[in-house]
């Protein structure tokens, strides 16, 4: 059976932070911190921030990647 969220996120291209922060499983804080370091570039729509999920499933892949890589 299929989670509602990901059914909400799997029509989705743009997320808002929320939606970004729920997407990656993280807190809208952690999100924001994410962005200030520059692991997660945020685009700007109406002086809010937009994030693509193709960029934020990269982000998880190479996360992934590491992890495995150091042997976790």
């Known amino acids: ?5 990901y059914k ?3 029509n989705l291209i743009w997320l808002n932070s ?5 997407y990656l499983r993280i807190s809208p804080e952690n999100l924001r911190v ?3 370091r520059g692991y997660i570039k945020p685009y700007k729509l109406r002086n809010r921030n937009r994030f ?3 960029e934020l499933d990269k ?3 190479t996360s992934i990647k590491k992890e495995v890589s150091r042997g976790n």
Not at 1 to 5: D, F, L, Q, R, T
Request: net charge negative; charged share 25%; aromatic share 10%.
């Open 1 to 5: 059976m299929i989670s509602n969220s």
């Open 8 to 10: 909400l996120f799997e």
């Open 18 to 22: 929320n939606e970004a922060a729920e």
């Open 34 to 36: 994410m962005i200030y």
């Open 52 to 54: 693509k999920r193709s």
């Open 59 to 61: 982000l998880l892949e």
